[in-house]
């Protein structure tokens, strides 16, 4: 195995237990019939976190966060629905940086906010 792989490995287990602590604290915390939950697929290298469940009479369903590990080793975040400043959470979990692509913005703007 090489550098490559193991830090996507190493990224792999940062993003899914970060995504399993926010799915936790939000399911506990919510007072509507709404479920978080948390979509792997580590063969891919996707990650997201989804919100779903029924408000009354309408059924909701949200990506939250939605992380792609790249073949290089990058983190890109596709998709922040949140108020957290999530490369900011995943360089304090040991994320490099410089491995962190808010891909969302323009590629002009994607510089990491840490």
Avoid: C
């Amino acid at each position: 195995m090489d550098a490559i792989d193991e830090k996507i490995i190493k990224y792999q287990e940062i993003i899914y237990q970060y995504l399993e602590e926010l799915a936790a604290e939000r399911n506990n915390a919510s007072a509507q019939h709404l479920e978080y939950q948390v979509i792997s697929d580590t063969k891919r290298n996707h990650f997201q976190l989804v919100r779903l469940g029924w408000v009354k009479y309408k059924f909701v369903h949200l990506v939250l966060l939605h992380f792609d590990i790249k073949p290089t080793g990058e983190i890109w975040l596709q998709l922040n629905n949140t108020e957290i400043l999530v490369d900011r959470e995943l360089v304090l979990r040991g994320v490099n940086p410089a491995d962190i692509v808010i891909a969302f913005q323009p590629e002009y703007m994607r510089q990491a906010l840490v």
